[in-house]
Antibody, heavy 115, light 111 residues
Framework: EVQLVESGGGLVKPGGSLRLSCAAS????????MTWVRQAPGKGLEWVGR??????????DYTAPVKGRFTISRDDSRNTLYLQMNSLKTEDTAIYYC??????WGQGTLVIVSS | EIVLTQTPLSLSVTPGQPASISCKSS???????????LYWYLQKPGQPPQLLIY???SRFSGVPDRFSGSESGTDFTLKISRVEAEDVGVYYC????????FGPGTKVDIK
């Protein structure tokens, strides 16, 4: 059974940093492309970015609002996906979901950016 | 950036009746590999989204066959042949041509 469990969310001040983790199990993590999607409170879904598999260079793509501030990485030895978020803004407040490339989703972790 | 427009934005359906949601893309979603990367998700209240349909018309594992997807050019449709109470929630279409984008969502409830 595919399982994705996010962690690391919390309250952070504007300009601060946070690193989210996503622990994956139940499938071959190293072969999978992974994505992060977020959802602001009461709003729709917004794709954050993706990372390809290591064999494809673990290259990344991001949505424009987070480019240069967020970094997606992976540790295949730990079956874990990361989202490093720097220079956080109030508009980054959202539930952050990791997905196994758009099919299976975790339950999400809430990030609140507020002073 | 590709814009996805969904209609209607809300829908109230009698159980057992059909329902249809439209998703119009501002550009072709046909990839160079010949596939069209249009997905449909359902987000039930308090839950993460769940994949229903991928590549326009392929049902994901475990999805009931009352759900179907189709396309006509840049117009995509999700149909529910007979709505059940468990189908309530918000339906999103999504495309995965860089950068990925979601439609605004269609809220479905039961009459």
């Amino acid at each position: 059974e595919v399982q994705l469990v996010e962690s690391g969310g919390g309250l952070v001040k504007p300009g601060g940093s946070l690193r989210l983790s996503c622990a994956a199990s139940g499938y071959s993590f190293s072969k999978a492309w992974m994505t992060w999607v977020r959802q602001a409170p009461g709003k729709g879904l917004e794709w954050v970015g993706r990372i390809r598999s290591q064999t494809e260079g673990a290259t990344t793509d991001y949505t424009a609002p987070v480019k240069g501030r967020f970094t997606i990485s992976r540790d295949d030895s730990r079956n874990t996906l990361y989202l490093q978020m720097n220079s956080l803004k109030t508009e980054d407040t959202a539930i952050y979901y990791c997905t196994r490339y758009l099919d299976y989703w975790g339950q999400g972790t809430l990030v609140i950016v507020s002073s | 950036e590709i814009v996805l427009t969904q209609t209607p934005l809300s829908l109230s359906v009698t159980p057992g009746q059909p329902a249809s949601i439209s998703c119009k893309s501002s550009q072709s979603l046909l990839h160079s590999d010949g596939k069209t990367y249009l997905y449909w998700y359902l987000q039930k209240p308090g839950q993460p989204p769940q994949l229903l349909i991928y590549e326009v018309s392929s049902r994901f594992s475990g999805v009931p066959d009352r759900f179907s997807g189709s396309e006509s050019g840049t117009d995509f449709t999700l149909k529910i042949s007979r709505v059940e109470a468990e189908d309530v929630g918000v339906y999103y279409c999504m495309q995965s041509i860089q950068p990925f984008t979601f439609g605004p969502g269609t809220k479905v409830d039961i009459k």
